[in-house]
């Protein structure tokens, strides 16, 4: 069997460079089957161009927008994401258990670091709008993107990415393709590319890039300038290049291309000990056996366009009795018509004599059906969408219009949010398995994790009281080796407002007796004070302090006390009595007689 001849390097380039134009056209079939970039349009309300794009057949009456889709994912986005979540780490096996317990602080410390939370935040939005909502994790110093002398032109602007450190930010679902034979991305993916775009002039100087001496600018930047006429003029000494940075699981190698070189600018062995991507996926929709889901508010997109339509011809219909009239012929002249056609204040018409002057057409009224036709479609968008317009903050009609009606509206939304609140979750997880894996393998410099005294206990019992300085502790990638298991705590990312936070607690106190809390107890206390911080009674909350401070004083008190009868009875001596304080009933200490 005749051995099978290896590829050039030239010929490998063209072969990737082929395989991603083949995935970014995929990519723009799905987009104009689902109409990913035209529900962008509809979020900044550019309507007049997402009519155009969806040819809603309004050719002659202008467009009324109402933009819902804005309304649900600033409703739809709070409501699942408005906290870092809390990340729970679980040893596997007594070998990692105190490897553990300096972990998980030690990476939800980092996931407030690197600002994860904004980043999360418009993914969830990407995902709602577009397929996807993209994170790349990795580290920075792998790639060397600063590896430049001081003055020159930066590969990398990011500030969420620094010097020797590990990122998580969020990448557009617009410069990311894949392996078009893939159907659930980027779990069964053999490959992925991301399109980076930098200037021409950082990457020859950069220490990463190689063959860059033909490289020349092929992307035209965003930024303009105007000519002496106003003409748009792109800057001509600030070009641009499209890089494609490969990730391919079979041959285990990172490669970056470009067009015009045919030449791999990088080639390098797979940079982490991970196998996964480093780009991690958030999308709303299950859509088996298809390259790309749906965006979330695709599904009720149709109704909201006809909801349009018919307010847009409602309104047209109301706008003809004043802009539509009827004068007899000969009646005014030109300049008259001019003159009532401007409609200046103060302005006087002359009309021939005789003659009727301008009188309005009479149409017919708007068919009563339509306001049911509308209602219809409007039962049908919220029932796709779960999302109903009291969830919005907008008024809603409703038969009784009680409270506890408007309860179960609410706890029906909350009940649609559920599933996508729980891919939310998975999809942090999948980010923190990740930033796991890299702690482990990159945290080579020490570094800081600022804890409470009281949250403190764990970490001296792991690392020793030398290593707690009063305000957090530092740890390197030795400390947090192990195998663990990484989840997410169930409602951790959910707002928790100050009235929600009471509820809660009121619920607690409620229930207290039944859950084994001991009224005046430690509990107790700490559940007191927490209602008063969040009802903002500072004057009461100063009282309870001070309350709080005496009972406790009282406790050492008695308990003295009782040590001291102790003693006494143990050599013979009488029992003293105990006096009642603020007006509760003594209790004689319970002591032992030697």
Not at 54 to 83: Q, W
Not at 175 to 203: F, G, L, Q
Request: glycine share 6%; hydrophobic share 35%.
């Amino acid at each position: 069997m005749a051995k099978k001849k290896e590829k050039s390097e030239d010929q490998k380039v063209t072969f990737w460079r082929k395989r991603i134009e083949f995935a970014a056209s995929r990519q723009r079939d799905y987009d104009k089957k689902y109409g990913y970039s035209r529900a962008k349009l509809e979020y900044t309300g550019d309507y007049k161009q997402a009519m155009n794009e969806l040819g809603s057949g309004l050719t002659d009456i202008p467009i009324t927008p109402i933009n819902e889709v804005k309304a649900f994912v600033r409703t739809f986005l709070p409501s699942i994401y408005s906290r870092d979540p809390v990340i729970n780490v679980n040893p596997n096996g007594k070998a990692s258990i105190e490897s553990s317990k300096i972990f998980e602080p030690s990476i939800n410390s980092l996931w407030r670091e690197i600002k994860l939370k904004r980043e999360v935040r418009r993914c969830i939005v990407d995902a709602c709008l577009g397929p996807w909502g993209w994170i790349k994790v990795g580290y920075a110093a792998v790639f060397g993107e600063h590896e430049i002398e001081e003055g020159k032109p930066q590969v990398e602007a990011n500030e969420f990415i620094q010097d020797e450190e590990i990122f998580a930010v969020r990448e557009t679902w617009k410069r990311i393709v894949y392996d078009t034979d893939s159907i659930n991305a980027p779990n069964d993916c053999r490959w992925m590319a991301h399109m980076i775009v930098k200037p021409v002039e950082a990457i020859k100087e950069s220490k990463v890039y190689s063959n860059t001496a033909d490289l020349e600018g092929n992307y035209a930047p965003t930024n303009q300038y105007y000519d002496e006429k106003g003409d748009p003029q792109k800057y001509a000494d600030d070009p641009h290049v499209v890089l494609w940075e490969i990730w391919d699981k079979d041959t285990n190698k990172v490669y970056t291309i470009t067009d015009g070189v045919d030449k791999f600018l990088l080639e390098k062995e797979w940079p982490y000990k991970t196998t996964r991507f480093p780009f991690i996926g958030l999308t709303f929709d299950v859509n088996p056996d298809e390259n790309y889901p749906q965006n979330f508010v695709g599904a009720w997109e149709p109704q909201l366009w006809e909801k349009i339509k018919l307010r847009s011809m409602t309104l047209d219909h109301l706008k003809r009795f004043g802009r539509q009239l009827m004068v007899e012929k000969g009646a005014m002249s030109n300049t008259e018509k001019q003159k009532f056609e401007q409609g200046m204040t103060g302005s006087v018409l002359e009309i021939n004599k005789g003659k009727m002057p301008p009188t309005p057409i009479q149409y017919a009224p708007i068919q009563s059906d339509m306001y049911a036709v509308i209602n219809a479609i409007e039962y049908d968008k919220d029932n796709i969408s779960g999302q109903s317009a009291i969830v919005r903050g907008a008024p809603q009609k409703t038969q009784s219009r009680t409270i506890g009606e408007i309860d179960r509206l609410i706890g029906a939304n909350e009940g649609r949010n559920a599933d996508p609140q729980d891919l939310v979750e998975d999809f942090s997880e999948d980010i923190a398995y990740y930033l796991k894996a890299l702690m482990q393998e990159y945290t080579t410099l020490p570094k800081f994790v600022r804890m409470s005294q009281q949250d403190a206990e764990t970490v001296i019992n792991a690392l020793g009281p030398e290593r707690f300085d009063g305000t957090g502790f530092n740890y390197t990638k030795d400390d947090i080796q192990g195998d663990f298991d990484i989840d997410i705590k169930a409602g951790s990312t959910l707002p928790l407002n100050r009235a929600n936070r009471i509820k809660l607690l009121d619920q607690v106190l409620k229930n207290s007796q039944a859950m084994g809390v001991a009224p005046g107890g430690k509990v107790a206390f700490t559940i007191g004070r927490s209602v008063l911080s969040d009802l903002e009674l500072y004057e009461v909350e100063k009282a309870y302090e001070e309350e709080i401070a005496e009972l406790e004083a009282q406790k050492q008190a008695m308990m003295q006390m009782a040590k001291a009868t102790g003693a006494g009875v143990a050599a013979g001596g009488e029992l003293p009595q105990i006096q009642p304080q603020r007006g509760r009933p003594a209790t004689p200490p319970k002591v032992g007689v030697a």
